[in-house]
């Protein structure tokens, strides 16, 4: 008689599983996956130990769990993620954004319901997903009186025309339609004036991007490495900034990028810039004011 798998048995083998394979968050991963197959919250798997499992829920978890023991990202696997409150489709066409980055839409937040009354045009470049900007509207819309909100201006740019078409679905996926998607290699297709620049840009040297966690390599290369010294982009942007008369610049930065992040600006002749730590206590956001 074949054995019945409940979700505890699950749980229980799969972690164990897991661990044997050096699979990091066994236990987070596992329930992941399960209430994803099963379509619960992942608390309540514990609220349905005893529930069997159907032979076609097996397969396919089965079929998910063979994708993570190959170090695919958990996030591509279930092909959503949350990013600052907010579900966001992602895939192997975009980074995963991560809780870092959440940490500098905070500081654009806070900066942006600071001033008053101003129209302003706000542009994300190499939007990926679109976590940033869609999040930063979503977030404002919420906190800004109507006719304040309808005084700003969202734009998002990105190379990739991959990128751009997830960048869309995310921003339908959220109730939005008036963010302007535009396919740009920076700034070279934009013309009008831009009040607010925000990037997470490739900022892992390559030497770095060598040495990664498997895991990573499922990612865009091209989304987390500038295959160089990882202070391409900021030479570019920071340069524009200075040649578009940008007022306000926010940028996720590495961890390790102050100093050489120093330089740049004042090879600009930018003087005015400040540094914020992370959680962790690390450097990870560049403010430039002009």
Not at 113 to 132: F, H, P, Q, R
Not at 187 to 202: F, K, Q, Y
């Amino acid at each position: 008689m074949e054995k019945t798998w409940t979700v505890l048995d699950i749980l229980n083998w799969t972690i164990n599983y897991l661990d044997k394979k050096n699979i990091e968050e066994s236990k987070y991963k596992t329930e992941l996956l399960l209430s994803h197959v099963l379509k619960l919250k992942r608390f309540d798997l514990y609220l349905n130990f005893d529930r069997p499992l159907f032979k076609q829920e097996r397969d396919s978890f089965k079929e998910l769990l063979n994708r993570l023991i190959k170090n695919e990202p958990i996030q591509y696997i279930l092909g959503k993620w949350e990013f600052y409150g907010y579900d966001f489709i992602v895939n192997k066409n975009v980074l995963i954004p991560r809780r870092e980055t959440e940490e500098l839409v905070e500081k654009v937040i806070e900066y942006l319901i600071s001033l008053d009354n101003k129209k302003l045009n706000i542009l994300d470049v190499g939007t990926g997903s679109g976590a940033i900007i869609i999040s930063l509207y979503l977030e404002l819309k919420k906190k800004l009186n109507n006719d304040d909100f309808k005084k700003l201006n969202f734009t998002a740019v990105d190379i990739s025309e991959k990128a751009l078409n997830v960048a869309i679905e995310n921003a339908k996926l959220n109730n939005i339609d008036d963010i302007n998607f535009i396919k740009s290699d920076l700034l070279c297709e934009l013309e009008n004036n831009i009040d607010i620049l925000i990037s997470n840009p490739p900022y892992v040297s390559l030497s770095e991007y060598n040495n990664l966690k498997k895991e990573l390599f499922f990612e865009p290369q091209n989304a987390i490495t500038d295959n160089k010294d990882g202070l391409y982009f900021y030479n570019k942007l920071i340069n524009s900034i200075m040649e578009r008369d940008i007022k306000k610049s926010f940028f996720e930065i590495g961890y390790n990028q102050k100093e050489d992040l120093i330089k740049i600006c004042k090879q600009n002749k930018i003087n005015n810039f400040n540094f914020h730590k992370d959680l962790s206590g690390n450097y990870r956001i560049l403010e430039i004011s002009k």
